[in-house]
């Protein structure tokens, strides 16, 4: 019993010495300023370390303002009058859409138009409020377009509000 043990033992060592592991290249400045946390072949996880003034934190609608099929904005406090919030839509024919607003005061809500990729009126006033029944709004868009749908909102933000908007096919 004590020969197979150490059989075992020193085939098992054996065997850990002569694995091979594969390394990846990577371009010299493709991680330029990142630290390589893991790399799991088609998937690299990186850490980029923040500058002293970043908190970390950027609002979607300034990393990538026309998103397809969704964007959001965050409103500080306070009345915004005139202010814009462009959806691009990849879908035609039947198309859902949905706006939604989220905030921690009932006091806050939007008032929005809406305007199809041809700059017409799809939506005269539509008022959506956060904590109620009517803080998410959906409807059916007949011969929806591919291309940028415009909400023209006025918002009330007490404390903040996210008011977001995404289409998608709508099948029966």
């Not at 390394?23 to 010299?28: L, S």
């Not at 009932?106 to 809406?114: K, L, M, R, T, V």
Request: hydrophobic share 35%.
């Amino acid at each position: 019993m004590k020969k197979i043990g150490l059989l075992g033992m020193v085939l098992s060592l054996m065997l850990c010495l002569n694995l091979s592991t594969v390394a990846y290249a990577a371009e010299a400045d493709m991680y330029k300023g990142e630290e390589v946390v893991a790399n799991l072949g088609d998937i690299i996880i990186t850490y980029s370390p923040l500058d002293e003034n970043d908190d970390g934190i950027t609002p979607m609608s300034e990393t990538n303002p026309v998103e397809d099929n969704y964007n959001g904005v965050w409103l500080d406090d306070g009345t915004h009058y005139g202010n814009e919030l462009v959806v691009r839509n990849t879908h035609t024919g039947r198309i859902g859409m949905t706006i939604s607003v989220e905030s921690n005061s009932n006091d806050s809500y939007a008032q929005i138009n809406i305007t199809n990729p041809k700059g017409l009126p799809l939506l005269k006033v539509l008022t959506v409020r956060p904590n109620t029944p009517k803080s998410q709004r959906e409807f059916i868009i007949e011969n929806g377009l591919k291309g940028n749908y415009t909400l023209h909102y006025t918002a009330r933000s007490e404390g903040g509000m996210r008011l977001n908007c995404w289409t998608y096919k709508w099948y029966d």
